[in-house]
């Protein structure tokens, strides 16, 4: 199964999503067949590295957000420290 084959939310897989639908367009019965098994296979790989990149970026914007937070704990805790003496 894979998601909905939209070509504005896959700009990288943008030229086998046209593929695989001109694909089951000229097959609509022999696509149950198989005979468009490799171009999705194709669209598989490209979904899946696509995921990468965005599991990549989400991880990274993460530990950034991580890094934030931790400081702006840190100049609390050092704040609420000192009104204390």
């Known amino acids: 199964m894979h998601p909905p ?3 504005h939310k896959h700009p990288a897989c943008q030229e086998i999503i046209i593929q695989f639908k001109q694909c089951h ?3 609509p019965y022999t696509k149950f067949f198989g005979v ?3 171009l999705k296979i194709q669209l598989d790989k490209c979904f899946r590295a696509e ?3 965005k599991r ?3 991880f ?3 530990k950034q957000f991580q890094e934030k937070l931790r400081a702006s704990k840190e100049k609390s805790a050092n704040l609420n420290s ?3 003496v």
């Open 51 to 53: 995921k990468e990149v």
């Open 60 to 62: 990274e914007a993460s």
């Open 36 to 38: 468009c098994t490799d």
């Open 5 to 7: 084959l939209t070509l």
């Open 56 to 58: 990549k970026a989400n």
């Open 25 to 27: 367009d000229d097959h």
């Open 82 to 84: 000192g009104a204390d």
